[in-house]
Each structure stands twice: as C-alpha cells, then as structure tokens.
C-alpha cells in the first residue's frame, strides 16, 4: 500500500499531539493533593473545582461542534493545544485561589476543544489510510500518560514547586507541539463542509455515545479506586497500592499498540465484543479477590479490555456518519466527560452504602452493555471503522490528490 508522504507526516504529528496530552493530562491529575495544598482547598470545595475541569471541557466540545464548521479543525488543534499546555503551567504559578479557579476554567475549555479535535482529524486520518489506525494514537496518549505520571511522582519525591515540577514539560512540549502543528492533515475539500445529524443521525449515534460513558465509568473507577481498594479492602501495604494504576495504564499501551493489527485482522466489532468480556472479566476478578496479587490481576485485565473502546468508538461515529464525522466526534467527545464525572462518585457512593467489592460489579454492568451495542462498530469484516481496507490510499488536505 502507497501512503503519501504528507499523510506520513501528518499521522506523526498526531500522535505526538495525543503523547502531549497525555503527559498534560497526568501531569495535572496525578498533583492534585499538592494543588489543593498550594492553594488551601478545603475537602469541601475540591469536588467542586474538579467537577468543574469535565463539565467546561464538554461545554467546549459542543463549541467545537460549530467551530469546525468555518474553521478546520488543524487550526482548532494548532491553538487548543498551546492553551492546555500554558493553563497547566497556570495551575502551578498562582497562589490565589481565584488564581487556579482560572487556570483550571482555562485548561477544561482548551481540553475539550483539544480532545474534539485530535480524534475529529484522526477519524480523517484513518479514512486516508484505509486502515486501522486510531488506536495507535491513543497509545501515544497512554504513552504520554505514563510518562507524566512518572514525571508528576519525580516532582513529589523531590518536593519540587508546582510550577517547577510543570515547567520541563511544557518547555520541551510546548515547541515541539507549535513546529508540528504545521503537518497536520484535514479532511479534503469536499468532505470539508459536513451536513448535520438530524434527528435520525442523533439517534444512531446515542448506542456510541452510552459506550463512551460506561467505558470512561470503568476508567475513572480503575484510576480513583484502585488503590484504595487494594489497600482497604484486599490489605496490601501502601507502596503496593500504588502498583495497579501504574499497571493499568502499561496493559492500556501494549493494547492499544498492538490493537490495530487486531481491528485489521478481525474488524472492529469483534475486537469491542472481545475487549468488553476481558474488561468484564476483570472487574469480576477485581471484586471477588481474596487477595491483592489476584487483585492485581484483575486490574491488569481491565487495562487489556478498556484500552480498546475508547478509540474503535471515535472510529465507528466515522464510519457511521462519513458525511458529519466532525458533528459527531464532538458530540460522543462529551460523553469522556459524562463518564469521567459519574464514575468515581458512583463508584464511591455505592461503596459506602453496601461495599466496594459489590460497588465493583456496577461498572462491571455497565460496561457489558456494550455488547449490545457491538452492531454499531460495523459488520465482522469491518476492519478500521469506516467499511473496509482500500487498497489504494486518498491524500487528504484542502486540495489533496491521489496516490
């Protein structure tokens, strides 16, 4: 297969987008005790702030919606991706609580506009290519991840200033992200200027969008309640608590490195079915644990099955509206932060009620339902969410030519 060399370049400059977000998005969660003691949060108030980061970030994927409308969304990128990178190091410079009420305000509203953006050109890119390719962007984003949650544990360790601790980053991101910017790749003219979804497109697209929630239900449950789990209720010490995250989001890169040979080999559909019932099996394993190495295992499952979802859903809003992808990225995008927002209080709420080995078999549920909605990520030999392999591949951009 004969890929132009744009597209080439383009891809790459994707995905160390996704990589920059992934250490940005870490970088910010991972520091949250210290953020709250910089600036003298109470408890009270905390869930307030953080609450308030996914609901502005889905308020700016709506914006984004229409944005792309008379923009492409490469420029959208271009500028969303700077902002999230400086509100971050916004976060870590103030000393005034409005200060980082700003900061955060100003990191969910590029956030969301980044994130609509990003998977709006990779559901593009994947058309061009003719394969499976989505899930390696987002195992850039994990890659990402890791690497600012090292980073985040390294500043912590040595007790180094916030924006001490976020300035190397956005330093060495913040450059590299500008001169990349410059390869993104749009869709090409004619499919710049998209229809809306209408009632019936609205419609199809709400089985995606309830998969995008319990699949980010699932992910917050692992990222807020892990350690708490295994230290509270399997009795692991607390250096050991420490170890599932870290090895969630390792299995979420294996997977999502290796996942597109499967979507390509398999199909999409196929690929979700399998994901779902690994992910399920996991939180199963999780809840019925005796033990926190068998705890450990399940987390690791979890990683396996979840890293899966997230991006063949992106795919398939693709491949169902090729006319109005853009329209309805933006709008599955949202639901990230639906899933982001319910997750860990539903999780935590069901825990103190009843307990938390039971509150594990709720998004155990959840995510099982996507099994019911497998359908919608194509028929068996779709291979990468948009029909099927094409042999020869369309360069895209504002006035592209074939290959």
């Not at 330093?171 to 003219?189: C, E, F, I, K, N």
């Not at 990222?223 to 250096?239: H, M, P, R």
């Not at 890293?307 to 859903?313: A, G, K, R, S, Y």
């Amino acid at each position: 297969m004969t890929v132009d060399v744009r597209l080439r370049r383009g891809r790459g400059a994707l995905g160390f987008s996704f990589f920059a977000q992934g250490v940005a998005f870490a970088l910010l969660v991972t520091r949250i005790p210290a953020i709250q003691h910089q600036y003298g949060i109470s408890d009270g108030l905390l869930p307030a702030f953080l609450a308030a980061v996914p609901i502005l970030a889905g308020v700016s994927s709506v914006a984004t919606e229409h944005l792309v409308k008379r923009v492409a969304p490469s420029v959208v990128l271009r500028w969303a991706q700077p902002l999230v990178l400086l509100s971050l190091l916004g976060v870590g410079a103030g000393s005034q609580m409005w200060h980082v009420a700003v900061a955060l305000g100003a990191f969910g509203l590029s956030v969301g506009a980044l994130d609509a953006s990003m998977n709006m050109l990779g559901v593009s890119l994947q058309r061009a290519y003719g394969r499976s390719i989505m899930l390696g962007f987002h195992a850039a984003y994990s890659l990402g991840g890791i690497l600012g949650a090292s980073a985040a544990w390294a500043g912590a360790h040595w007790h180094l200033d916030l924006f001490v601790s976020y300035l190397p980053a956005v330093l060495v991101l913040l450059p590299l992200g500008l001169v990349g910017s410059r390869r993104y790749v749009d869709a090409p003219a004619a499919e710049a200027h998209e229809k809306g979804l209408g009632a019936g497109g609205a419609k199809l697209l709400l089985p995606l969008c309830l998969v995008m929630a319990c699949a980010y239900i699932g992910d917050s449950t692992v990222a807020n309640w892990s350690a708490k789990y295994l230290q509270d209720v399997l009795g692991s010490s607390e250096q050991l608590a420490t170890v599932p995250y870290n090895v969630y989001m390792v299995t979420t890169l294996i997977g999502r490195a290796v996942g597109d040979l499967g979507v390509r080999r398999f199909g999409a559909a196929a690929v979700v079915r399998g994901g779902t019932v690994v992910a399920a099996g996991g939180f199963a394993v999780v809840a019925g644990a005796q033990g926190p190495w068998v705890g450990m295992l399940g987390f690791t499952l979890l990683g396996i099955g979840l890293c899966v979802i997230v991006p063949q859903t992106f795919a398939a809003a693709g491949r169902l509206f090729p006319g109005a992808s853009d329209t309805a990225i933006a709008r599955l995008n949202i639901f990230n932060y639906v899933g982001f927002l319910v997750g860990s209080p539903l999780v935590g709420g069901i825990g103190d009620a009843w307990s938390y080995r039971g509150a594990m078999l709720v998004p155990m549920v959840l995510v099982l339902i996507t099994l019911f909605h497998a359908r919608s990520f194509g028929s068996d030999r779709a291979r990468y969410g948009v029909g099927h392999e094409r042999p020869r591949v369309v360069d895209v951009g504002r006035g592209g030519n074939e290959v």
